[in-house]
């Protein structure tokens, strides 16, 4: 078979013989080492020739467009790298979308290189101490992967008293619909606070939309916070208290900074 690149994303196949199916293999470029495989099934044409005394077709395989875009993929839980106290349990999740296809069940995890788990959402625990990275993979149809990681650090640091609110992380689901904050809890040295209760809210005030915020940190000290359908505006949080029912912390009353964000 012979091929030759039109540009950087089209190839022309061009082969002889009586087969209507061949299949392409091709290496990508200096930055992507990857090599991508896949088959098409085109119809002869081209002019007459004679093999072996026999007169066949000598077909011309028409331009493959073959698309080198990777799909979007995002670790959506934990929301970056986390510190742990050994036998914590956390929940790992992950979006992924090959253009509109959503291809979240189908996200590849692994955890120091070693296959751990397929699925867009699952929750292990850390028993040893040590450094864990987290690596989701997902791969679309032409053979084409993104990856995504987040580090995780399990000891025993010493916790201070005072816990306070974290920088909000935001984000925009389901293609810019909703809006989510997730809301983290950390101690003095920085370590997430998990099991304390977080109440406040989420709301847009010059639209008048507002949803209370009642929940317990998890095993990353995080509350997530989301409104499906949002109106475009200005979206603000308020924290109205964090309680540690073990006693063990106090919240500082500080609020974050800074609490809002403007969804177009």
Not at 95 to 116: F, G, K, R
Not at 147 to 169: E, K
Request: charged share 15%; glycine share 8%.
């Amino acid at each position: 078979m012979e091929v030759t690149r039109v540009d950087a994303d089209t190839w022309t196949f061009t082969t002889t013989g009586q087969h209507h199916a061949a299949l392409y293999r091709y290496a990508g470029s200096q930055r992507d080492s990857q090599h991508y495989y896949g088959q098409f099934v085109v119809p002869f044409s081209g002019t007459a020739r004679a093999i072996n005394s026999q007169t066949v077709p000598s077909p011309t395989i028409p331009a493959i467009n073959v698309s080198l875009t990777p799909p979007e993929l995002a670790i959506t839980n934990p929301t970056g790298d986390q510190t742990l106290p050994a036998g914590s349990d956390v929940t790992f999740e992950a979006l992924a979308y090959d253009h509109c296809l959503d291809i979240s069940e189908e996200v590849m995890w692994t955890i120091n290189d070693q296959p751990a788990v397929t699925g867009s959402s699952w929750v292990t625990t850390f028993t040893e101490e040590g450094t864990y990275d987290v690596v989701a993979t997902a791969l679309n149809r032409s053979g084409v992967y993104a990856t995504d990681r987040v580090v995780i650090t399990i000891g025993n640091p010493p916790s201070g008293d005072t816990m306070s609110v974290d920088a909000l992380s935001w984000k925009f689901p389901r293609r810019g619909r909703d809006v989510q904050v997730v809301i983290t809890i950390m101690d003095p040295v920085g370590n997430p606070v998990p099991g304390v209760d977080v109440t406040g809210s989420l709301g847009n005030p010059a639209g008048g939309v507002s949803e209370s915020i009642s929940a317990t940190t998890n095993s990353s000290g995080q509350v997530t916070k989301t409104i499906k359908d949002a109106p475009a505006g200005e979206w603000c949080v308020s924290i109205t208290d964090v309680q540690d029912p073990a006693g063990t912390y106090s919240w500082d009353a500080v609020q974050p900074a800074p609490n809002c964000i403007t969804k177009n």
